[in-house]
């Protein structure tokens, strides 16, 4: 070969030699940034120019419930709802920082920014997940509206009653002639008294610590539903029971039942066709909870109103002579025992409602 071509070839030889070495400095740099957003606490995913997923790191999945496999190299545009909408909308909109709504119970924020170089990486999106904070401060919420509630009530029915009782005596007093209008009256005041009964029971803070017993967690199912079908409204309703394990918990079990008997009466009132009815009560726990569902296949609770289902006067069956009263204490009795309930509408199965009570397996001073 001529001294041309050898340096020809020595020229061709070190171009490849480069190209090899910036290429696996490329990879080593990808590799090296995906080990560090594997390490991350929080979910990251990181898209191409195209938008497409370059990486899906293990607590990205873990939120989803997406596996990287099934993600990698998708555009953001096939991914499953609502994960697509989501992103696709949060990395166009301008801006570092944003917050959504991916679906109830999740509240998360979103951070993004672009990677330097020539990285296929562009662009890496972090998941901030704040639903517990998020929950936590809508519980706060919601006990601040109901104490200011609950003062309000008791006052109202102070104030009520006293003249609802000059009314009774005074109906009392009518001639035998007005005997049916006296009965009416009567009959009136009696609804008030019953509700103004509820709206002092709702403002009661105690913590029904003079009542408290160790229980039975079978035995107060099993009682509560001898009870419930001893109306004859109720005997026939299709109930399916799923029992856990039998724990022993402590505090009021008759406070309980009337819990258990309040959410089996929603749920039976809660379809149109009585003989279409379908309840189901299970019982759980685990290490700190013991949490009993009931589920219905009626129509179900619009969002709106299930934020606003255990206040007062709140009822989806005023025009049926719902008071609005029966949640409302019902929350008052979990809330004295450290516990909360819960509302979930429409269920997984796509319809219906399930009431979920939550209590504490270990007593609270």
Known sequence: MTPVEWLFLALIIALLVSGLIARATRVRTINEQHQLL?????????????????????????????????????????????????????????????????????????????????????????????SAQHRLEKELAHQNRLAAIGELAAGVAHEIGHPVTGIDSLAQLLPPEAAEQATLIRSQTQRINQIIRGLLKF?????????????????????TLRLFQLDPEHHEDSIAVELGDDLQLEGDPVGLSQVLINLLRNAAQAHPNPQELRIKISDRSDAMHWKLSITDNGKGISPDMQTRVFEPFVST?????????????????ARSHHGNIRVTSPTPAGQGTTMTLTLPRRSRG
């Open 317 to 333: 069956r005023t025009d049926e002579g719902g008071t609005g009263l029966g949640l409302a204490l019902c929350y008052g009795i």
């Open 38 to 130: 594997n390490r991350l606490p929080m979910a990251t995913l990181a898209l191409d120019s195209a938008q497409r997923v370059r990486h899906w790191n293990p607590e990205m999945a873990k939120l989803t419930g997406l596996r990287p496999h099934a993600t990698l190299g998708k555009s953001i545009d096939d991914l499953p709802a609502p994960w697509n909408a989501a992103l696709r909308e949060f990395v166009s909109s301008p801006g570092d920082v944003s917050q959504r709504f991916v679906s109830d119970p999740l509240h998360l924020v979103l951070h993004k920014g672009l990677a330097q170089g020539a990285d296929p990486l562009v662009s890496i999106v972090l998941i901030e997940d704040q």
């Open 203 to 223: 403002s009661t803070k105690s913590d029904s610590s003079a009542t408290r017993q160790p229980f039975s967690t079978h035995t107060l199912i099993k009682d």
